[in-house]
């Protein structure tokens, strides 16, 4: 990788984190054709190679390679865009890099993730917002104030300050046997797990699911509340300010995860 690619430079690539087991990607289909789209929306020249069928074997030949092809894994696939030209590009073909890393099981629910808000830069709702792209600015600025602040997590809020996304991922929201979660035009990223969720709860009799927006006075209403990505699938907020929550629906999710995917 040139030390002045333009995703370094300007932030000018995307990215797909996958989750793997048994040398397979979960849900890749769905990965692929987001990145597709990413890459469409970012002006890139998508190479001809560039095919399913490709990555995959790509995906597979790398956890084979490194041993990790029996066990849970992490994959991200990056793509920036090549170098040349300042804010505007001279090239629109691309670079790309894959790389793998060892998770250690199954989707799990946390004992403790204590959550606030984070107010000093909002997610501005468009979208470029709901896409993984390599300028991650205020999630980055978010995770160390977490960190100085001793939170596990933090809600991200929109221009309008309405909850958008945790730092880590998609955010839903139960009230009895109702569940929201901002709708993608807030400003929120277009996760495969949150799609995935939702596809879910729409099968689920004993739920009604909605798309709307989430206002921060709505957090300490809720019964329970959960972010979700595919890395950890469904993780349950323990605590936010003064109040705790409950955690059967997210238990309910995780069991459903691991036994679609992991058995």
Known sequence: MPYNNRGTFYGDGVFETLRCYNGKALLFEEHYFRLMSSMRILRMNIPDFFTPEFLEESIMGLLQKQGLNKDHARIRITVWRKSGGFYTP???????????????????????????????????????????????????????????????????????????????????????NVIKTPPISDGCLNGIMRAHIIKQFKKMLNYEFNEETITPFELQRADEIFVTNIINGVQSVTKYRKKSYETDTANELLQMLNDTFFD
């Not at 691309?94 to 790389?99: D, E, G, H, Q, R």
């Not at 709901?130 to 809600?155: C, H, M, P, Q, R």
């Open 90 to 176: 001279k090239d629109l073909s691309v670079n790309y890099s894959i790389s793998s890393t060892i998770l250690p099981s199954k989707f799990k629910n946390v004992t403790k993730k204590e959550i606030d808000l984070f107010k000093d830069h909002f997610v501005y709702g468009s979208m470029l917002s709901s896409l993984k792209s390599t300028n991650k600015a205020v999630n980055i600025l978010a995770g160390i104030y977490a960190v100085e602040n001793e939170y596990d997590d933090l809600f991200l809020l929109n221009q309008d300050k309405m909850v958008v996304e945790a730092i880590s991922g998609n955010v839903f929201l139960r009230n009895g």
